[in-house]
Structures are given as structure tokens and as C-alpha cells.
């Protein structure tokens, strides 16, 4: 400690000592160099009367780690440059000054700078050579004067965070536009906290704003533990907060109680214990005892544990099942013209009963009422039980066929459940003609009633046409080759003329004779004949005559 009474201390008072450590001093005044290169000095606390640091005054200290620098308003030129211990220190708010090169090379000065309203200046590379810096506030709201270097070592990315209304000030400084962020900074500070991290959570889910002093706090319980209300005694959760002022919140968090209920749901057939309140977490004992004539069958979650025990972590209601020792099993059909069913009856706890759902013809047994689709089904008896047996209709298939797809096809096939009424239609193709299904039915369509898988057929068959061959005049020839004829068959037609007579073509200006015909109907083909033509030719025996 150096003496209260000393106003300052000159320029290279203590420079290059080596058996300092520590120091406390209230001096208006540290001199230039004054504890330079003291090797062993790791902390510097200066009082509220401390002024004025000189330059280089805690320079190459080397192992200096914490400074409180008190009512200091001016740091010097290179006042902590290679202080390479040195952690951030807290700037005091009353700072005007800060010398070029203050805190060069102090390489452990990293996260957020943080600068009072007060400060006016902040000498070249003062702030060179440091540790990376997450964030630079500043409270004031004219931009104090920097230089070329002063933040040589801060990325220009930097977020700079200042008062509401100062962005375009900093902005039009000189060197503070070189930062490409610069933000309004809320303007109050709001931070919560917990009384027990154990029982939860306390978070600012919306931070105040320029724009909007609002913000909301929120907090969160794990389980076995609720929010009970914040430090000053407000409940509301989540809690919207005018701002006003920097302010602190404490979420209060408190651990459950929890009320556990027990029934028996015949109070006749047995009684149960373990009803109370129990702090959370605590060990709970639930026993029910079934009076003469009856069972405990299980808890009303299932659990057949008896006497039972588990924890208690919220308000929980149990209800403990008892059950005669003769139950009646109902079995039931839930379609009777489908099925029938055999298995009801009563029987004594934990029989074995086999019930069975037996379908008629066309139909078939597809599940009970729970899902289960085993039958015969066989069935412990441990209380009064119902079970309905469902049975469906069965599916058939119909198939439609045609006896040539050449002649006709067939439609209506598919699938069809027992006893429905389907169609089956035969359409036969030009030249042909529907005579009867495979089962000689001759309906079209027809109306089947479904009660197994069935095919069936359509038979279909050529129609027949008449063919007529006829000559144009029966003096001059005939035509042979008339007749029925089924469809897409062959007739051949035939003229034949008469002495002085020839054959010229068919009414339909076809010449070939004979000619081959492919039946598609009825026609008639007429042969067209023409007398022959000859020349006489006279001559004389005497051609001189």
C-alpha cells in the first residue's frame, strides 16, 4: 500500500522493480513509466481520487492480471501496452481519455468492450494486438473521436451496440463507419434469475427495445416443483414488464405436493388404504383387501400389484378393482342370420372356457368385440365378461367368358359378396349372335344370385345369310352359286351363257367368272348377258360376173 498521503507518484518511480506484487493507492496522479517493467506486479487497485494515469505507467508488467482503476478519467498513451496477462478491466464512468497504444498487445482483453457516456477520445491502436472481441458498447451518445487503428484488432464486423437515437451519429463519425454494424442497444437492462436451478427456469423471452419498452420474463418448473411468484412478489406467468429502469427478477420455484386418492369400485366387495398428501418424490403404499366372496383383480391402470408401491410426483387418483368369485361369461352374436355362437355360462375365477363362433353357409366369423380373432377362443375367467362374435358375408367370384373373342365378349364379372344379385352381359360381334350360356341359359343379360365361385360362359354362333345368284334374262344364261351361307364363309357364284350368248360382267360391275364371294348379309348377285355379234361374209364363184 502506498501512503494515503502521497498526491502522486513521479515518472519512473517504481520502473523496473521486481519485488512488487500488489498495490492500493489513492494518488491524484501516476506518473509516466512510473511501475514500467515491474515483472512481479499482478494487481493494481487505484482509489476514487486517482486521476490521471501517465503513459506507459503499467507498461511490460507482464504477469499483471486485475486492475481496478477506481476514479481514473485518463488512461495515457501505451499506459498497460504488453500487459499480456492483463484480463478485461472495468472502465470507470467518469472516463474522458484513452491513449494511443493503452492497451497494445494485451492479449487476454477479448468478449465485449464496454465504454461510459463520458468518454470523448480513444488514441490510435490503443486497442491493437488484443483477443477477439464479441461486441463493443457504447453508452454515449456522441461518438467519441477514434483513429485509423485505434480497434486495429477488431473485425469490422463487430457488432457496435449504442443509445437509442445515436446510429446515425456514429454512422457520419469518422472511422466508426468502418464498422458495418451498429445497432440501438436496449435501453435498459433486464436480466432474471432462479432461487433453485434445480426446481427450474427463468428466461426474457422479449428484451426491451427502443420503440418498446415491454418486455416479458417467463419462468419454467421441472417437474415435481411450480413457479410460486418473482421476488417482488408478482404471480403473473409469463409477465410483461413495462421498463423503466435497469431491473433484476428472481423467479421463486417450490416443491409439489401431491394429493393421492384410493377407491375400491364396489366398496361391498373390499376396502382400500393409502389415501393422503405426500411431498413430491415421497414413497406411497396402496393396499386393497377383498372382503369373503370376492378377489382384488387388478388397479384401474392395469397394474396388479398387491400391497403396491410407487412415488408421488402429482395429484393421482387409483381405483382398485374387485370381482365376485363366480363370474358370468355372455356370449353373444352380433348377426345372427350369419352365425351362431356356444360358450356363455357361469364359471369359477380363473376357469378355462373355450367359446367358438360357428358361420353358416355364405358367410364367416371375422373377429370379437375386442379384435381378437382366434376361434374357438379360449378365455380365463376373472370377471363378468361379454363377447360378441362378428361374422361378414363371403366373397365369390363370378367369371364371364366368352366361348370365341372373335365372336362376342361377356362383362359383369368380379368379385361379389354372398347372395347379391349381379349381371352378366353378352354382346356379340358383327356377324354373329348370342344363342345360350354354358349352363343353356338363355337370358341376355342375366341376373345371377351369388353363392359360390362360378364361370360361366356365352356360346356364340355365325349368323346365316342368303346368297342368290340370278341371270339377267334366263333365255341368255344362268347363274349357279345361290344358297345360306354363314357369316365371313366363302360361296362361289357361276354364269353360264347360252348358244349365242356371252357373259359380260356381275351387277356389281364385277367381271371374274366364276367369282368367290365373302358372306358379310344377304345378297344377290345378278349375271348380266349380251347376244353375240357375228360377220357374214358373201362372195362370188364368179368374180367376173
Same mark, same amino acid.
Given at each position: 500500500m502506498i501512503s494515503s498521503f502521497v498526491d502522486s507518484i513521479s515518472n519512473y518511480a517504481f520502473a523496473n522493480c521486481d519485488n512488487i506484487i500488489s498495490i492500493y493507492t489513492n494518488a491524484h496522479f501516476i506518473g509516466s513509466n512510473a511501475f514500467a517493467n515491474c515483472d512481479r506486479l499482478v494487481s493494481v487497485t487505484l482509489g476514487d481520487s486517482t486521476q490521471a494515469l501517465g503513459s506507459g505507467a503499467f507498461s511490460g508488467c507482464f504477469r499483471l492480471q486485475n486492475i481496478d482503476l477506481g476514479g481514473v478519467n485518463s488512461i495515457g498513451d501505451s499506459a498497460f501496452s504488453g500487459c499480456v496477462r492483463l484480463e478485461k478491466p472495468e472502465l470507470p464512468a467518469n472516463l474522458i481519455t484513452i491513449g494511443a497504444r493503452a492497451f497494445n498487445d494485451c492479449n487476454l482483453l477479448e468478449g465485449k468492450l464496454t465504454f461510459p457516456a463520458t468518454i470523448t477520445s480513444i488514441g490510435d491502436y490503443a486497442y491493437s494486438g488484443i483477443g477477439i472481441i464479441t461486441e463493443i458498447e457504447m453508452q454515449g451518445v456522441t461518438p467519441p473521436t477514434i483513429y485509423a487503428h485505434t480497434f486495429n484488432s477488431v473485425a469490422g464486423s463487430t457488432p457496435v451496440s449504442v443509445p437509442c437515437g445515436a446510429v446515425l451519429n456514429y454512422y457520419t463519425t469518422n472511422y466508426w463507419e468502418n464498422f458495418s454494424t451498429i445497432v440501438e442497444a436496449p435501453p435498459y437492462k433486464l436480466t432474471v434469475a432462479t432461487?433453485?436451478?434445480?426446481?427450474?427456469?427463468?428466461?426474457?423471452?422479449?428484451?426491451?427495445?427502443?420503440?418498446?419498452?415491454?418486455?416479458?420474463?417467463?419462468?419454467?418448473?421441472?417437474?415435481? #416443483? @411450480? $413457479?410460486? *411468484?418473482?421476488?417482488? =412478489? &408478482? !404471480?403473473?406467468? /409469463? %409477465?410483461?414488464?413495462?421498463?423503466?429502469?435497469? +431491473?433484476?427478477?428472481?423467479?421463486?420455484?417450490?416443491?409439489?405436493?401431491?394429493?393421492?386418492?384410493?377407491?375400491?369400485?364396489?366398496?361391498?366387495?373390499?376396502?382400500?388404504?393409502?389415501?393422503?398428501?405426500?411431498?413430491?418424490?415421497?414413497?406411497?403404499?396402496?393396499?386393497?383387501?377383498?372382503?369373503?366372496?370376492?378377489?382384488?383383480?387388478?388397479?384401474?391402470?392395469?397394474?396388479?400389484?398387491?400391497?403396491?408401491?410407487?412415488?408421488?410426483?402429482?395429484?393421482?387418483?387409483?381405483?382398485?378393482?374387485?370381482?365376485?368369485n363366480v363370474s358370468t361369461i355372455t356370449v353373444s352374436n352380433a348377426n345372427p342370420d350369419m352365425g351362431n355362437v356356444s360358450g356363455s355360462g357361469v364359471y369359477y375365477y380363473q376357469n378355462l372356457v373355450?367359446?367358438?363362433?360357428?358361420?353358416?353357409?355364405? #358367410? @364367416? $366369423?371375422? *373377429?370379437?368385440?375386442? =379384435? &381378437? !380373432?382366434?376361434? /374357438? %377362443?379360449?378365455?380365463?375367467?376373472?370377471?363378468? +365378461?361379454?363377447?360378441?362374435?362378428?361374422?361378414?358375408?363371403?366373397?365369390?367370384?363370378?367369371?364371364?367368358?366368352?366361348?370365341?373373342?372373335?365372336?362376342?365378349?361377356?362383362?359383369?364379372?368380379?368379385?361379389?359378396?354372398?347372395?347379391?344379385?349381379?349381371?352378366?352381359?353378352?354382346?356379340?360381334?358383327?356377324?354373329?349372335?348370342?344363342?345360350?350360356?354354358?349352363?343353356?341359359?338363355?337370358?341376355?343379360?342375366?341376373?345371377?344370385?351369388?353363392?359360390?365361385?362360378?364361370?360361366?360362359?356365352?356360346?356364340?354362333?355365325?349368323?346365316?345369310?342368303?346368297?342368290?345368284?340370278?341371270?339377267?334374262?334366263?333365255?341368255?344364261?344362268?347363274?349357279?352359286?345361290?344358297?345360306?351361307?354363314?357369316?365371313?364363309?366363302?360361296?362361289?357364284?357361276?354364269?353360264?351363257?347360252?348358244?349365242? #350368248? @356371252? $357373259?359380260? *360382267?356381275?351387277?356389281? =360391275?364385277? !367381271?371374274?367368272?366364276p367369282r368367290t364371294v365373302t358372306v358379310q348379309n344377304s345378297a344377290t348377285y345378278t349375271a348380266q348377258f349380251e347376244i353375240n355379234s357375228y360377220i357374214l361374209t358373201v362372195q362370188s364363184s364368179n368374180p367376173t360376173i
Amino acid at each position: 500500500m502506498i501512503s494515503s498521503f502521497v498526491d502522486s507518484i513521479s515518472n519512473y518511480a517504481f520502473a523496473n522493480c521486481d519485488n512488487i506484487i500488489s498495490i492500493y493507492t489513492n494518488a491524484h496522479f501516476i506518473g509516466s513509466n512510473a511501475f514500467a517493467n515491474c515483472d512481479r506486479l499482478v494487481s493494481v487497485t487505484l482509489g476514487d481520487s486517482t486521476q490521471a494515469l501517465g503513459s506507459g505507467a503499467f507498461s511490460g508488467c507482464f504477469r499483471l492480471q486485475n486492475i481496478d482503476l477506481g476514479g481514473v478519467n485518463s488512461i495515457g498513451d501505451s499506459a498497460f501496452s504488453g500487459c499480456v496477462r492483463l484480463e478485461k478491466p472495468e472502465l470507470p464512468a467518469n472516463l474522458i481519455t484513452i491513449g494511443a497504444r493503452a492497451f497494445n498487445d494485451c492479449n487476454l482483453l477479448e468478449g465485449k468492450l464496454t465504454f461510459p457516456a463520458t468518454i470523448t477520445s480513444i488514441g490510435d491502436y490503443a486497442y491493437s494486438g488484443i483477443g477477439i472481441i464479441t461486441e463493443i458498447e457504447m453508452q454515449g451518445v456522441t461518438p467519441p473521436t477514434i483513429y485509423a487503428h485505434t480497434f486495429n484488432s477488431v473485425a469490422g464486423s463487430t457488432p457496435v451496440s449504442v443509445p437509442c437515437g445515436a446510429v446515425l451519429n456514429y454512422y457520419t463519425t469518422n472511422y466508426w463507419e468502418n464498422f458495418s454494424t451498429i445497432v440501438e442497444a436496449p435501453p435498459y437492462k433486464l436480466t432474471v434469475a432462479t432461487n433453485n436451478e434445480v426446481m427450474g427456469s427463468a428466461a426474457v423471452t422479449q428484451q426491451p427495445t427502443c420503440g418498446n419498452h415491454s418486455a416479458i420474463i417467463q419462468a419454467s418448473a421441472l417437474i415435481g #416443483y @411450480h $413457479f410460486l *411468484q418473482w421476488n417482488d =412478489g &408478482n !404471480t403473473a406467468n /409469463p %409477465r410483461t414488464i413495462n421498463m423503466t429502469q435497469d +431491473s433484476s427478477f428472481t423467479a421463486i420455484f417450490v416443491v409439489n405436493n401431491s394429493y393421492i386418492t384410493i377407491h375400491a369400485n364396489d366398496s361391498t366387495m373390499g376396502s382400500v388404504t393409502g389415501t393422503g398428501l405426500y411431498s413430491y418424490n415421497a414413497p406411497v403404499t396402496m393396499t386393497a383387501t377383498a372382503y369373503s366372496g370376492y378377489h382384488f383383480l387388478k388397479w384401474n391402470d392395469g397394474n396388479t400389484q398387491n400391497p403396491r408401491y410407487m412415488a408421488a410426483v402429482r395429484d393421482t387418483t387409483f381405483t382398485a378393482i374387485f370381482v365376485s368369485n363366480v363370474s358370468t361369461i355372455t356370449v353373444s352374436n352380433a348377426n345372427p342370420d350369419m352365425g351362431n355362437v356356444s360358450g356363455s355360462g357361469v364359471y369359477y375365477y380363473q376357469n378355462l372356457v373355450s367359446i367358438t363362433a360357428t358361420p353358416v353357409y355364405g #358367410y @364367416h $366369423f371375422t *373377429q370379437w368385440n375386442d =379384435g &381378437n !380373432t382366434q376361434n /374357438p %377362443r379360449t378365455v380365463v375367467v376373472n370377471q363378468d +365378461s361379454s363377447f360378441t362374435a362378428y361374422f361378414a358375408p363371403n366373397i365369390y367370384s363370378i367369371v364371364g367368358s366368352s366361348n370365341s373373342t372373335t365372336m362376342g365378349s361377356v362383362s359383369g364379372g368380379g368379385n361379389y359378396t354372398y347372395l347379391h344379385n349381379m349381371s352378366l352381359t353378352a354382346t356379340p360381334a358383327f356377324g354373329y349372335h348370342f344363342v345360350q350360356w354354358n349352363d343353356q341359359v338363355t337370358d341376355n343379360p342375366r341376373t345371377i344370385t351369388v353363392t359360390r365361385d362360378s364361370a360361366f360362359t356365352a356360346q356364340f354362333a355365325a349368323n346365316s345369310y342368303v346368297i342368290t345368284a340370278e341371270p339377267n334374262d334366263p333365255t341368255m344364261g344362268s347363274a349357279y352359286g345361290s344358297g345360306t351361307y354363314n357369316f365371313n364363309t366363302t360361296a362361289t357364284l357361276t354364269a353360264v351363257a347360252e348358244y349365242g #350368248y @356371252h $357373259f359380260t *360382267q356381275w351387277s356389281d =360391275g364385277i !367381271t371374274d367368272n366364276p367369282r368367290t364371294v365373302t358372306v358379310q348379309n344377304s345378297a344377290t348377285y345378278t349375271a348380266q348377258f349380251e347376244i353375240n355379234s357375228y360377220i357374214l361374209t358373201v362372195q362370188s364363184s364368179n368374180p367376173t360376173i
